[in-house]
């Protein structure tokens, strides 16, 4: 009953510091004016045909949306604007186009009179209060207690937001999920008793698991003393250092002393074994909202103007829980301890990334930003796919192991390049890959054997080469029992270029209703009769090219030649203009003429998964600075890691208000 009573005082008061909504801080642009009939003029020499002058098309109607008194008053459709003009999908590649001096005037006053940013002091944000998710969980117990807790199965699916499950806003907390915790606790402590031995004295055990305060000249302390007052130093040392590393900062001294009158109320219980106590507030401690949320000290929560650098303890967490989804180590929580953590964040980051703790941001990060955590479970059709009747047939073909194999394939790429501090280039354009005999024989590559993967160079010839080519990345874009150039092309879209389209229409006929068996249609016949429905052509026009440059690989990532009987045409060409021939070189434009774009997508994915909220507008000037560095360092992914670190969305934070 103590922990129970102990996790709902607790949970009530986290919840009361719980953050209010967003509400943007007033920052102003440090550059001379732009004046709006200077801007006008443009919209209306290349806009206002399809969104000004009584045409809305999209619903947006320019005109309207630029004479607003108050412009920051609508930032979602100047975003849309500010997106599309930056990414130079707007105007169509087919019409007349504004010069670059022309679209950067147009984005530079979007930048200073809507959004007001303020390149030099960038508004941060904030974060609401996260609760650990369950691979975040799972990991935590291991490195705190050295058990492994299957919080998999113990707890429910994490809510994703923005495609990422480590976002603030959608980590819940229901009355169910608080049972559950409280159970996970008792089984946890449970098992680290078990595994010390059960005729071991508690208090042992608990000291034994951190040695960091057992005084070596007291050996007397470590048998069981009598008495509340002996026992009161001991379990006070022992509670202290797990709930500094579980709470993730130094306990203060009235949680502590609650702790530690818990373990010793407990023991004074009749027939409780002596150390029993602790292991109770040792449950407490793992039912803790300090332990079971990231929190973050704000000195003015109710500001939304106060703008402040994070504790160095809220920095350790952040980027412990980025890099090793996990919390602090002792030599990160030390360098917090002491001040000296941010002049030794590079130094720290590189540390992070060669221990073996960094493949968990690269299962988690990549698991959902490529969504290889689906490729082994996603439903396919391989009878269909491969048009075989026998299961022996099918499964010497398509089988568990070998879906195993291509989600290593993709994850060992990016860890490679995270690793070697390769450019992140290599994902789209890479002339090697990770492979087993198994893959390399799916893919029609000889010369490699054995059940391990390895990095293998590909010939020159190949079919294969990056991700969009990786059989990962096109299963989990396809459908069922057959290709989708739709989810491929906006995969490629959303995850590549950071241009995603709005969503489908309503009572829009599906693509099968198109392509029926007997109409003997090719993939692109059937897109090309699909988009003659005017409410489906402008936004098929961005993702039918790319996704069709991918039809000569099957649902299972397979090479094929043909497509019912009929050639495949893959040659197309970006909205923007840029023309391809197939899906090798599909990859080369955007790792080329799209490269900013490349770079700004994967910034902005990136971030996301590291601070825990969606990248707002307010973030451009973050995102172009990592962007900008990833391009001076030729991609290089340290590059990339260090500027998201480095950022003020990561170092700083702001108040709610409300």
């Known amino acids: 009953m103590h922990a129970r009573r102990y996790l709902a005082q607790l949970v009530i008061r986290a919840f009361a510091a719980i953050a209010a909504p967003l509400v943007p801080a007033t920052v102003v642009w440090g550059e001379a004016p732009i004046a709006f009939g ?16 009584g045409a809305s098309e999209g619903e947006l109607a320019l005109d309207e949306l630029a004479s607003q008194k108050d412009r920051t008053t609508d930032h979602s459709r100047w975003l849309a604007v500010w997106k599309n003009l930056r990414a130079q999908t707007m105007p169509p590649s087919d019409e007349e186009q504004p010069s670059e001096e022309e679209r950067q005037r147009l984005v530079k006053w979007i930048e200073q009179d809507v959004f007001r940013l303020d390149v030099e002091n960038p508004d941060p944000g904030r974060v609401t209060i996260r609760r650990l998710n369950r691979e975040e969980y799972r990991n935590t117990v291991r490195d705190l207690l050295g058990v492994e807790f299957e919080a998999r199965e113990a707890f429910p699916a994490d809510d994703t937001g923005y495609g990422f499950d480590t976002i603030g806003d959608v980590l819940s907390l229901s009355p169910l999920l608080m049972e559950k915790y409280l159970e996970a606790a008792e089984e946890i402590v449970s098992q680290v008793l078990t595994a010390e031995g059960v005729n071991r004295p508690q208090n042992t055990v608990w000291a034994s698991r951190f040695p960091d305060f057992k005084d070596e000249s007291q050996p007397a302390r470590w048998n069981p003393p009598e008495g509340r007052t002996q026992r009161e130093p001991l379990a006070r040392d022992i509670l202290r250092t797990i709930a500094d590393r579980a709470f993730r900062r130094p306990v203060d001294d009235a949680t502590l002393d609650r702790l530690v009158d818990m373990a010793l109320d407990w023991d004074e219980q009749p027939d409780v074994v002596f150390g029993e106590g602790l292991s109770q507030a040792v449950t407490a401690i793992l039912v803790s909202p300090r332990f079971l949320f990231r929190a973050e000290v704000q000195p003015e929560p109710n500001n939304p103007a106060a703008i402040v ?31 000296k953590l941010r002049e030794n964040l590079r130094p720290q980051v590189d540390r992070m990334l060669a221990d073996p703790k960094s493949e968990r941001f690269v299962r988690n990060f990549v698991g959902q930003w490529l969504q290889t955590r689906d490729v082994e479970n996603v439903s396919i059709d391989a009878r269909r796919v491969l048009g075989f009747r026998s299961q022996v047939d099918i499964n010497r073909v398509f089988n568990s192991r070998l879906r195993r194999a291509m989600r290593n394939e993709t994850e060992m790429l990016f860890t490679h390049v995270l690793r070697e501090n390769a450019s992140v280039l290599d994902l789209l354009t890479a002339d090697y890959s990770y492979l087993n005999e198994d893959l390399a024989e799916f893919y029609d590559i000889d010369g490699v054997e054995g059940d391990d993967m390895r990095k293998v160079a590909l010939p020159a010839e190949s079919r294969r080469g990056g991700v969009l080519t990786q059989a990962s990345f096109l299963i989990v874009t396809s459908n069922p029992t057959r290709t989708s150039p739709v989810k491929r092309g906006l995969f490629i879209l959303e995850n590549f270029l950071g241009t995603p ?6 009572n829009v006929p599906p693509l099968e209703e198109t392509r029926t068996r007997g109409s003997n249609l090719t993939m692109r016949e059937a897109m090309a009769k699909h988009r003659e429905d005017a409410l489906c052509a402008s936004c098929h026009a961005r993702m039918d090219p790319l996704g069709l440059a991918l039809e000569e690989y099957n649902a299972l990532g397979m090479w094929r030649d043909e497509d019912r009987g009929k050639p495949i045409e893959t040659a197309g060409k970006l909205v923007t203009g840029e023309e391809f021939t197939d899906t090798r ?11 900013a774009d490349f770079y700004r997508c994967v910034a902005e994915k990136m971030l996301t998964y590291a601070i825990g909220r969606g990248v707002e507008y307010y973030d451009a000037p973050t995102i172009d600075k990592i962007a900008d560095a990833l391009k001076r360092d030729q991609g290089r992914s340290r590059a990339l890691i260090y500027g998201i670190v480095e950022s003020a969305p990561f170092q700083k934070r702001r108040g709610d208000g409300a």
């Not at 090793?324 to 929580?333: I, N, Q, T």
């Not at 070189?585 to 490269?595: F, P, S, Y």
């Open 501 to 506: 389209t709005p969503p489908a229409p309503p």
């Open 38 to 53: 200077e801007v006008r003029t443009v919209f209306e020499k290349y806009c206002y045909s399809c969104h000004g002058d």
């Open 309 to 339: 650098p994070l504790d160095e303890f809220a920095l350790a967490s952040r980027l412990s829980y980025f890099l090793w989804s996990s919390a602090p180590d002792s030599e990160l929580f030390e360098l917090a301890r002491t001040g």
């Open 585 to 595: 070189d599909l990859g080369r434009v955007i790792a080329t003429m799209r490269q």
